[in-house]
């Protein structure tokens, strides 16, 4: 069974520190995985996109890591801003075009001053 | 890049009535997808919308419960008939493959 599983739950950490969320997923055959922060009250908005052959990928202060092998994904927020603040989701997509993506329940984030 | 907006961003209505909320992008898009998140859960797919054909629905949901119309490439509505507590979610939009998500629409039945 296809599944996406996110830790922690829930993580607060002080304004200017660094952080690691974490994403397991068991999605095969799998086509690309995505992070996606949601704010409170707004829809997600995607961070990152990897493809199955891609290790790393940046947008500014975030940054995330895919082991294919491993079937683990991570993302790293640097010098965090209390902006960052918000629901962090992984999603996988199986390679299937029949099988549908898969949501992570998220990690909540609480930047405090 | 896709604009999508929803209206209303959020109502409480009473049981057993109907409530339906539009989504509009800014851009020309071949499906549109509904999605349901209830609290403290992941995003669940209700159904795509495809331009002039009818909606394919996931598991769970059906079309009696959730109609959905979608009358050009740029609009679509979703429809929640005869509320109940349960079907209090945030409902979103999306495009391009999920790319882009709306704002959500924020739902109580009370």
């Known amino acids: 069974k296809n599944q996406v599983e996110q830790s922690p739950q829930s993580l607060i950490i002080l304004e200017g520190k660094n952080c690691t969320l974490q994403?397991?997923?068991?999605?095969?055959?799998?086509?690309?995985l995505r992070w996606y922060k949601q704010d409170t009250g707004r829809g997600p908005v995607s961070l990152t996109i990897?493809?199955?052959?891609?290790n790393t990928k940046s947008n500014g202060r975030y940054t995330a890591t895919l082991d294919a092998d491993t079937k683990q994904s991570s993302l790293h927020i640097t010098a965090s801003q209390l902006s960052d603040s918000a629901s962090y989701i992984c999603?996988?997509?199986?390679?299937?075009?029949?099988?549908?993506?898969?949501f992570g329940k998220g990690t909540r984030l609480h930047i405090l001053p | 890049s896709a604009v999508i907006s929803q209206k209303p961003s959020r109502d409480i209505c009473q049981r057993g009535t109907s409530l339906t909320i539009q989504c509009q992008v800014d851009?020309?898009?071949?499906?549109m997808f509904w999605y349901r998140q209830q609290p403290g859960q992941s995003l669940t797919l209700i159904a795509t919308a495809n331009q002039g054909s009818e909606a394919t629905y996931e598991s769970g949901f059906v079309i009696d419960k959730f109609p959905i119309s979608r009358p050009n490439l740029t609009f679509s509505t979703l429809t929640v008939s005869n509320m109940s507590p349960e079907d209090s979610s945030i409902y979103l939009c999306?495009?391009?493959?999920?790319?882009?998500f709306g704002p959500g629409t924020r739902l109580t039945v009370l």
């Open positions: 999603v996988a997509r199986p390679r299937d075009r029949d099988d549908k993506i898969i």
């Open positions: 990897m493809t199955f052959s891609e």
């Open positions: 851009s020309q898009v071949t499906m």
């Open positions: 999306s495009v391009d493959h999920e790319q882009f």
């Open positions: 994403c397991n997923y068991t999605v095969s055959p799998f086509s690309n």
